[in-house]
Protein backbone atom coordinates (compact mmCIF):
# COMPACT_ATOMS: atom_id res chain seq x y z
CA UNK A 1 0.00 0.00 0.00
CA UNK A 2 2.85 2.70 0.83
CA UNK A 3 4.39 1.72 -2.49
CA UNK A 4 1.12 2.27 -4.34
CA UNK A 5 0.48 5.47 -2.12
CA UNK A 6 4.02 6.93 -3.19
CA UNK A 7 3.34 6.60 -7.34
CA UNK A 8 0.36 8.43 -6.55
CA UNK A 9 1.89 10.92 -4.98
CA UNK A 10 4.82 11.27 -8.16
CA UNK A 11 2.25 10.68 -10.84
CA UNK A 12 0.66 14.90 -11.01
CA UNK A 13 4.57 15.71 -10.41
CA UNK A 14 5.67 14.51 -13.94
CA UNK A 15 2.76 15.88 -15.31
CA UNK A 16 2.78 19.31 -13.59
CA UNK A 17 6.77 19.49 -14.61
CA UNK A 18 5.97 18.63 -18.33
CA UNK A 19 2.96 21.57 -18.34
CA UNK A 20 5.33 23.93 -16.82
CA UNK A 21 8.10 23.50 -19.68
CA UNK A 22 5.17 24.00 -21.94
CA UNK A 23 4.12 27.16 -20.34
CA UNK A 24 7.26 28.01 -21.15
CA UNK A 25 8.08 26.95 -24.58
CA UNK A 26 4.91 29.30 -25.18
CA UNK A 27 6.39 32.51 -23.30
CA UNK A 28 9.59 32.22 -25.30
CA UNK A 29 7.41 31.37 -28.93
CA UNK A 30 6.31 34.47 -27.89
CA UNK A 31 9.22 36.24 -27.33
CA UNK A 32 10.56 35.32 -30.49
CA UNK A 33 7.96 36.81 -32.77
CA UNK A 34 8.41 39.85 -30.53
CA UNK A 35 11.82 39.87 -31.28
CA UNK A 36 11.13 39.59 -34.79
CA UNK A 37 9.25 42.39 -34.82
CA UNK A 38 11.62 44.43 -32.84
CA UNK A 39 14.04 43.31 -35.76
CA UNK A 40 12.58 44.23 -38.72
CA UNK A 41 10.82 47.61 -36.84
CA UNK A 42 14.11 48.55 -35.87
CA UNK A 43 17.53 46.37 -37.01
CA UNK A 44 18.35 45.83 -33.42
CA UNK A 45 20.88 43.29 -33.55
CA UNK A 46 20.51 42.16 -30.26
CA UNK A 47 16.56 41.52 -31.19
CA UNK A 48 18.08 39.28 -34.33
CA UNK A 49 19.96 37.59 -31.95
CA UNK A 50 17.40 36.96 -29.41
CA UNK A 51 15.19 34.83 -31.69
CA UNK A 52 17.79 32.71 -32.50
CA UNK A 53 18.36 32.03 -28.78
CA UNK A 54 14.70 31.33 -28.75
CA UNK A 55 15.03 29.06 -31.18
CA UNK A 56 17.62 27.30 -29.44
CA UNK A 57 15.67 27.33 -26.05
CA UNK A 58 12.73 25.56 -27.84
CA UNK A 59 14.85 22.66 -29.14
CA UNK A 60 15.90 22.11 -25.87
CA UNK A 61 12.52 21.84 -24.38
CA UNK A 62 11.47 19.54 -27.47
CA UNK A 63 14.18 17.41 -26.54
CA UNK A 64 13.57 17.59 -22.43
CA UNK A 65 9.83 16.89 -22.95
CA UNK A 66 10.60 13.98 -25.70
CA UNK A 67 13.20 12.37 -23.19
CA UNK A 68 10.41 12.58 -20.04
CA UNK A 69 7.46 12.34 -21.65
CA UNK A 70 7.80 8.40 -22.64
CA UNK A 71 8.21 7.23 -18.69
CA UNK A 72 5.44 9.94 -17.12
CA UNK A 73 2.84 8.39 -19.45
CA UNK A 74 3.05 5.15 -18.38
CA UNK A 75 2.62 6.46 -14.61
CA UNK A 76 -0.36 8.30 -14.79
CA UNK A 77 -4.14 8.48 -14.98
CA UNK A 78 -6.24 8.45 -18.05
CA UNK A 79 -6.71 12.50 -17.60
CA UNK A 80 -2.96 13.11 -16.89
CA UNK A 81 -2.19 11.03 -20.18
CA UNK A 82 -4.43 13.18 -22.05
CA UNK A 83 -2.51 15.98 -20.75
CA UNK A 84 0.87 14.76 -21.32
CA UNK A 85 -0.16 14.21 -24.75
CA UNK A 86 -1.25 17.50 -25.51
CA UNK A 87 2.03 18.77 -24.30
CA UNK A 88 3.42 16.55 -27.02
CA UNK A 89 1.90 17.63 -29.41
CA UNK A 90 2.18 21.46 -28.15
CA UNK A 91 5.88 21.24 -28.17
CA UNK A 92 6.19 20.16 -31.58
CA UNK A 93 4.05 22.85 -33.09
CA UNK A 94 5.94 25.67 -30.89
CA UNK A 95 9.32 24.39 -31.98
CA UNK A 96 8.55 24.34 -35.25
CA UNK A 97 7.08 28.25 -35.01
CA UNK A 98 10.42 29.03 -33.56
CA UNK A 99 12.62 27.14 -36.65
CA UNK A 100 9.87 29.37 -39.02
CA UNK A 101 10.49 32.52 -37.29
CA UNK A 102 14.05 31.84 -37.45
CA UNK A 103 14.54 31.11 -41.10
CA UNK A 104 12.45 34.60 -41.46
CA UNK A 105 15.28 36.46 -39.64
CA UNK A 106 18.23 35.19 -41.55
CA UNK A 107 16.08 35.84 -44.88
CA UNK A 108 15.20 39.54 -43.60
CA UNK A 109 18.52 40.17 -42.15
CA UNK A 110 20.36 40.47 -45.24
CA UNK A 111 17.44 42.53 -46.65
CA UNK A 112 16.36 45.00 -43.99
CA UNK A 113 17.81 48.36 -45.87
CA UNK A 114 15.77 47.11 -49.06
CA UNK A 115 12.51 46.48 -47.46
CA UNK A 116 10.27 49.56 -48.83
CA UNK A 117 7.40 51.12 -46.52
CA UNK A 118 4.64 48.18 -47.81
CA UNK A 119 6.74 45.11 -47.49
CA UNK A 120 7.38 46.45 -44.28
CA UNK A 121 4.43 46.91 -43.00
CA UNK A 122 3.14 43.87 -44.06
CA UNK A 123 6.10 41.91 -42.45
CA UNK A 124 5.36 44.02 -39.03
CA UNK A 125 1.56 42.84 -39.20
CA UNK A 126 2.37 39.22 -39.52
CA UNK A 127 5.17 39.33 -36.43
CA UNK A 128 2.52 41.32 -34.66
CA UNK A 129 -0.40 38.66 -35.53
CA UNK A 130 1.82 36.19 -34.37
CA UNK A 131 2.90 37.57 -31.12
CA UNK A 132 -1.21 38.20 -30.69
CA UNK A 133 -2.08 34.51 -31.38
CA UNK A 134 0.91 32.74 -29.22
CA UNK A 135 -0.30 35.43 -26.48
CA UNK A 136 -3.97 33.98 -26.68
CA UNK A 137 -2.30 30.33 -26.75
CA UNK A 138 -0.26 30.84 -23.57
CA UNK A 139 -2.80 32.31 -21.94
CA UNK A 140 -5.66 29.69 -23.09
CA UNK A 141 -3.31 27.00 -22.04
CA UNK A 142 -2.59 28.68 -18.48
CA UNK A 143 -6.34 29.08 -17.66
CA UNK A 144 -7.95 26.25 -20.24
CA UNK A 145 -9.81 29.09 -21.30
CA UNK A 146 -11.75 28.27 -24.90
CA UNK A 147 -11.94 31.84 -26.02
CA UNK A 148 -8.53 32.75 -26.26
CA UNK A 149 -8.15 29.31 -28.53
CA UNK A 150 -11.81 30.43 -30.09
CA UNK A 151 -9.64 33.96 -30.87
CA UNK A 152 -7.07 32.57 -32.99
CA UNK A 153 -9.10 30.67 -35.25
CA UNK A 154 -11.37 33.24 -35.52
CA UNK A 155 -8.28 35.73 -36.41
CA UNK A 156 -6.30 33.30 -38.95
CA UNK A 157 -7.72 34.62 -41.81
CA UNK A 158 -5.50 38.11 -41.08
CA UNK A 159 -2.48 36.17 -41.10
CA UNK A 160 -3.65 34.94 -44.82
CA UNK A 161 -4.87 38.57 -45.69
CA UNK A 162 -1.75 39.67 -44.84
CA UNK A 163 0.38 36.90 -46.36
CA UNK A 164 -1.46 37.61 -49.70
CA UNK A 165 -0.80 41.38 -49.55
CA UNK A 166 3.13 40.40 -49.69
CA UNK A 167 3.17 38.06 -52.36
CA UNK A 168 0.76 40.59 -54.54
CA UNK A 169 3.03 43.55 -54.02
CA UNK A 170 6.18 41.08 -55.12
CA UNK A 171 4.22 40.11 -58.31
CA UNK A 172 3.37 43.57 -59.23
CA UNK A 173 6.71 44.91 -58.62
CA UNK A 174 9.02 41.77 -59.88
CA UNK A 175 10.09 43.47 -62.69
CA UNK A 176 11.92 46.97 -60.63
CA UNK A 177 13.45 45.03 -57.52
CA UNK A 178 16.33 41.61 -57.28
CA UNK A 179 14.77 38.48 -57.75
CA UNK A 180 16.67 37.46 -54.55
CA UNK A 181 14.78 40.15 -52.42
CA UNK A 182 11.94 38.76 -54.01
CA UNK A 183 12.72 35.33 -53.22
CA UNK A 184 13.65 36.28 -49.26
CA UNK A 185 10.35 38.19 -49.44
CA UNK A 186 7.80 35.22 -50.60
CA UNK A 187 9.43 32.79 -48.37
CA UNK A 188 9.31 34.77 -45.26
CA UNK A 189 5.64 35.47 -46.23
CA UNK A 190 5.00 31.62 -46.34
CA UNK A 191 7.37 30.76 -42.78
CA UNK A 192 4.70 33.74 -41.38
CA UNK A 193 1.68 32.10 -42.59
CA UNK A 194 3.00 28.04 -41.68
CA UNK A 195 3.69 29.79 -38.03
CA UNK A 196 -0.12 30.96 -38.25
CA UNK A 197 -1.38 27.77 -39.56
CA UNK A 198 0.66 25.87 -35.99
CA UNK A 199 -0.55 28.42 -33.97
CA UNK A 200 -4.05 27.12 -35.39
CA UNK A 201 -3.06 24.03 -34.62
CA UNK A 202 -2.34 24.55 -30.99
CA UNK A 203 -6.08 26.52 -30.56
CA UNK A 204 -7.41 23.39 -32.07
CA UNK A 205 -5.74 20.94 -29.30
CA UNK A 206 -6.90 23.69 -26.56
CA UNK A 207 -10.65 22.61 -27.89
CA UNK A 208 -9.18 19.14 -26.98
CA UNK A 209 -7.30 19.35 -24.41
CA UNK A 210 -10.31 21.34 -22.51
CA UNK A 211 -13.40 19.90 -23.88
CA UNK A 212 -11.86 15.98 -25.25
CA UNK A 213 -13.35 17.20 -29.04
CA UNK A 214 -11.25 17.55 -32.17
CA UNK A 215 -12.18 20.83 -33.61
CA UNK A 216 -10.22 19.35 -36.77
CA UNK A 217 -12.73 16.36 -37.30
CA UNK A 218 -15.72 18.64 -36.41
CA UNK A 219 -14.91 21.00 -39.56
CA UNK A 220 -14.69 18.10 -41.84
CA UNK A 221 -18.17 17.01 -40.57
CA UNK A 222 -18.92 20.25 -41.80
CA UNK A 223 -17.91 20.37 -44.93
CA UNK A 224 -19.23 16.81 -45.92
CA UNK A 225 -22.78 17.67 -44.44
CA UNK A 226 -22.43 21.24 -46.12
Same mark, same amino acid.
Given at each position: ???????????????? #??????????????????????????????????????????????????????????????? #??? +????????????????????????????????????????????????????????????????????????????????????????? +???????? #?????????????????????????????????????? #?????????
Amino acid at each position: MKRTSKRVLQEPESTR #ELTALIREACLIARDSANNLYEFVQDSSKMAFLAVKDCEKELDRIERTVDEKITQAITEVTEN #EAR +ELLACLKFIIDLERIGDLLWSAAKRLQSMTTELNPRDRENVLTMAKIVVEMLSKIDHGFLHRDLKSAQWVLQNDSRMDLACRSLIRHQI +ENMDQRHS #EAVTNLLFVGQAFERAGDHAKNLSEELFHLIEGRSMRH #EVKRTRVSG
